[in-house]
């Protein structure tokens, strides 16, 4: 009696689970429309069955299940996106529903939406848009919470959010990567150490001219963070000084540079680079073998004590000092400027005062030059697609 009595139970088990199997209704799904991506139209469509089955709400049609309805019509393959189309082809499926929908690549969004029809009652079941993060290689997730949303299903809200398109406020046309170059033209004063360099007598290493130099070079400057308030830059400048008195002074200086506000208000600081020349002497600052404090170098020395017979006095040591008559190493220091960009259409005029310190003295000036926009292109270069099969 037990044996036949749980063989009833278990045949009334199958029958109610069997019976709750036909009531599940049957979807299909349609290949999308896929603009601006590289993923196909193919894959698309596996990831929504691949959601479809997770919602345990559908028996879901796979491709093999529509392989002979498909074969049979070129327009159910492809370009099968309206209601018309979808409603014959779940008609000839004999599903209940028919899901497809279309994924947009517009710019550094994905726009996706899906619409699933009612294939008995010939009306739209559900449909839905919603605009995503630019992130190709997340399409499943994004077709997960669509369909989550639509079905009234929890989302994950750290998924979503990852994937959530983000409004930001606008910003210029005019605000991006500016390759901007130029050339300047300026003058400095030279002042501690190089005022005595500048003005000592070529006879003992010095370069004889006035302490104050020309300057004249070409800058090369780049943006790489640019908002409508502030601009973050990197600037080289190649410079030539003292032309004007027959001298040949080059430099480079490196610089980052920070400009405010649309005036143009910029501070620039770097290291600036140069090739001098030192001797070690002493400078006769008592007068004691010389008069106006004379520079001795070690050569001159050497000669001066050989011909007079004397010694250097114990106040006086050698030390490292400019001299032209000596060898030649890099030499380093370090700018500041500030300044400001006067702006007119293209046309961009840097007015900029600096100081170039170094150990005993350095450069204070100003320079002045122009330079056009020659090219600009976004800061947030659009990441290379993959191809997806």
């Known amino acids: 009696m037990k044996k036949t009595i749980l063989l009833l139970t278990t045949c009334l088990i199958g029958i109610f689970s069997q019976a709750q199997t036909d009531q599940v209704p049957t979807i299909a799904v349609a290949n999308p429309n896929v603009n601006g991506l590289t993923v196909k139209p193919e894959s698309v469509a596996k990831m929504m069955r691949l959601e479809a089955i997770k919602l345990n709400k559908y028996k879901v049609y796979d491709e093999y299940d529509m392989a002979d309805v498909l074969k049979a019509k070129e327009e159910y393959r492809s370009q099968c996106y309206g209601q018309n189309c979808l409603l014959k082809l779940g008609a000839e499926l004999n599903v209940n529903y028919v899901m497809c929908g279309s994924v947009d690549g517009l710019g550094n969004k994905i726009a996706l939406t899906i619409k699933i029809v009612d294939v008995k009652n010939q009306t739209l079941y559900k449909s839905s848009v919603k605009e995503f993060d630019n992130q190709e290689t997340e399409i499943q997730r994004m077709i997960e919470i669509l369909l989550y949303e639509m079905h009234g299903f929890t989302v994950d809200k750290v998924i979503a959010d990852r994937l959530a398109f983000k409004n930001e406020v606008i910003t210029s046309n005019n605000i991006g990567k500016i390759n901007n170059s130029g050339p300047r033209i300026g003058g400095a004063a030279l002042v501690g150490s190089l005022n005595e360099f500048a003005t000592r007598s070529t006879s003992e290493g010095g370069l004889d001219i006035a ?179």
């Open 211 to 389: 302490p104050f130099v020309s300057m004249i070079g070409y800058q090369f400057e780049g943006q790489y963070v640019g908002t409508e308030n502030f601009s973050a830059l990197v600037e080289g400048i190649i410079n030539v000084s003292g032309l004007e008195q027959g001298k040949f002074l080059p430099s480079f200086t490196l610089m980052n540079g920070f400009r405010f506000g649309k005036s143009g208000w910029e501070f620039a600081f770097g290291p600036r680079l140069s090739v001098k020349h030192t001797s070690n002497g002493f400078f006769d600052t008592d007068n004691l073998y010389s008069q106006n404090g004379k520079y001795f170098s070690e050569s001159d020395w050497v000669k001066y004590a050989a011909n007079n017979q004397v010694t250097l006095n114990e106040a006086y040591t050698f030390e490292e000092n400019l001299d032209m008559r000596g060898s030649s190493k890099l030499s380093s220091s370090f700018v500041v400027g500030f300044g400001r960009t006067f702006r007119e259409g293209s046309l961009n005029v840097p007015v900029n005062l600096f100081y170039t310190s170094q150990k005993g003295g350095g450069f204070a000036g100003i320079n002045v030059g122009f330079n056009v926009q020659k090219s600009k292109q976004p800061i947030n270069k659009p990441t290379p697609k993959k191809t997806y099969y």
